[in-house]
């Protein structure tokens, strides 16, 4: 078989342990996730991008492992000499690696996490980006894109499947939050640059801090109380709150993408 074409460009490389622990908490407990995975006779989960390091792909495998014992975790980086870094970590069938970009090494997975790669791409290219991603995945995969900060405190992501974008999900470390559009910081590349008036993107935000002043009476009782009343508030004013309350209360927000998307 003729090997696939690379498609991507390499990624800045930089990560640290734990930095993923966010996405990967909500990848191995959210339903959505697990039925796909289930319902695989053989599910293989992508890690694309996952730097100079494979440290955040070694700790995808395993937590993902814990729930789902089937799944195998495949890390592709399109930098030979990452690749080549990355064998010793490598316990094949379970975790592998090997070179690949969008074109996923000629993979059909039924889940890709990609962190942090097209945050360093155009905007425009983003949608493109996500087709090729989206084409090449098994039947009722998903794509989980999305950035975080470099210890892991801020993160966000966009989840989607072959019809497109279907949710945004915020989530941030609660007790070092400041305020919630501090995470406008760390937006998905198709968000990032609609932070501003006129914007889906921006009126949640706003909205968001807003809730955020007036739960301000709830700090007495932790960042967490603070945080659950944001959310409730939120919810009063409008939004549709797609985060079971358990996740709420690790400082998850999801909602839904026609109602963040740019205009």
């Known amino acids: 078989m003729a090997r696939a074409r690379l498609v991507g ?3 800045r490389g930089t990560t640290n342990p734990n930095r993923l622990r966010r996405v990967d908490r909500w990848l191995a407990g959210t339903p959505e996730v697990s039925a796909a995975l289930r319902r695989a ?3 293989l ?8 390091s494979p440290v955040t792909t070694v700790e995808l495998a395993a937590r993902l492992r814990r729930v789902h014992p089937r799944v195998r975790v495949l890390g592709l980086e399109i930098d030979p000499e990452r690749v080549a870094g990355a064998r010793p970590a ?5 975790l592998d690696f090997r070179q690949g970009g969008f074109e996923l090494a000629g993979t059909r997975p039924h889940l890709v996490r ?3 790669v097209l945050r360093q791409y155009p905007e425009d290219e983003v949608a493109g980006a996500w087709k090729l991603i989206l ?4 039947p009722g995969g998903l794509l989980v894109e999305g950035t975080c900060d470099e210890i892991g405190r801020l993160s966000t992501w966009v989840t989607l499947d072959a019809d497109g974008p279907r949710t945004l999900t915020l989530s941030c470390h609660l007790e070092s939050l400041d305020r919630p559009s501090t995470l406008a910081e760390r937006l998905p590349k198709a968000l990032i640059h609609r932070n501003i008036d006129g914007e889906r993107i921006h009126e949640l935000m706003s909205t968001l801090d807003t809730c955020w002043a007036t739960a301000a009476p709830h700090q007495a009782f932790g960042a967490r109380s603070r945080w659950l009343e944001t959310v409730r508030l939120l919810a009063l004013r409008g939004w549709p709150v797609l985060t079971r309350p358990r996740r ?3 400082g998850e927000l999801t909602v839904p993408w026609e109602r963040v998307a740019p205009r």
Do not use: E, K, M, S
């Open 9 to 11: 460009a390499p990624t």
């Open 41 to 43: 006779p053989d599910p």
């Open 45 to 52: 989960v992508v890690d694309l991008g996952y730097g100079a």
């Open 90 to 94: 490598a316990r094949p069938p379970v």
């Open 114 to 116: 990609a962190f942090n």
């Open 135 to 138: 084409d090449r995945l098994a």
């Open 248 to 250: 709420i209360r690790l």
